[in-house]
């Protein structure tokens, strides 16, 4: 049986009160513009509830919406943003580990002094900009090192990437 063709039918757009014609059941707009407007105006007012969130050290931030799914502030989203890399890092390079090992805590440890070039390291940096700080296997993971408190020490993420997997410095 062939298919009938569709009739055209007769609406009102819901933004300019123009009476226009289509073959679609479901349009309500006489044009895109129309249709871009009339969100524009209807939408705009729409009130944004802020949800007022405690972090694990205790700062205050808000959401914006129940969908966002931020549990820490600014501050910590990188301090655990950096651990969740180690750990994945680790991982994919088939160390044992026991402890998580983050960045912060071995620049308190070293003072955030790079022990490769005995520079400072600015740890608000991001972690792979050149001065970015990172931490560095003394004995690499790939040479039988473990991942542990005494076998990583802090460097710059160009220093420890001229370095290598090599032993000595």
């Known amino acids: 049986m062939p298919k009938q063709p569709k009739s055209w039918r007769a609406?009102?757009?819901?933004?300019?009160?123009?009476?226009?014609?289509?073959?679609?059941?479901?349009?309500?707009?006489?044009?895109?513009?129309?249709?871009?407007k009339y969100q524009r105006e209807n939408y705009q007012h729409k009130?944004?509830?802020?949800?007022?969130?405690?972090?694990?050290?205790?700062?205050?931030?808000y959401r914006t919406h129940w969908r966002d799914r931020r549990r820490y502030c600014d501050r910590c989203r990188l301090k655990y943003k950096?651990?969740?890399?180690?750990?994945?890092?680790?991982?994919?390079?088939?160390?044992e580990f026991g402890m998580r090992i983050s960045a912060d805590e071995i620049?308190?440890?070293?003072?955030?002094?790079?022990h490769l070039c005995n520079e400072f390291v600015d740890m608000s940096l991001p972690r792979t900009s050149g001065w970015g700080g990172t931490v560095d296997h003394v004995l690499p993971i790939s040479k039988?090192?473990?991942?542990?408190?005494?076998?990583?020490?802090?460097?710059?993420?160009?220093?420890?990437?001229?370095?290598?997997?090599?032993?000595?410095?």
């Open 11 to 36: 609406f009102t757009c819901l933004r300019c009160d123009e009476s226009s014609k289509t073959k679609f059941d479901h349009q309500k707009f006489c044009s895109k513009d129309c249709r871009y």
């Open 82 to 95: 950096r651990i969740r890399y180690r750990i994945k890092t680790v991982k994919r390079q088939g160390a």
């Open 47 to 61: 009130v944004i509830e802020l949800i007022a969130w405690s972090c694990e050290c205790g700062e205050v931030f």
């Open 144 to 169: 039988g090192g473990l991942d542990v408190m005494d076998n990583v020490k802090l460097a710059h993420w160009s220093c420890n990437r001229k370095k290598g997997n090599r032993v000595d410095a």
């Open 107 to 114: 620049a308190e440890r070293d003072n955030y002094i790079c």
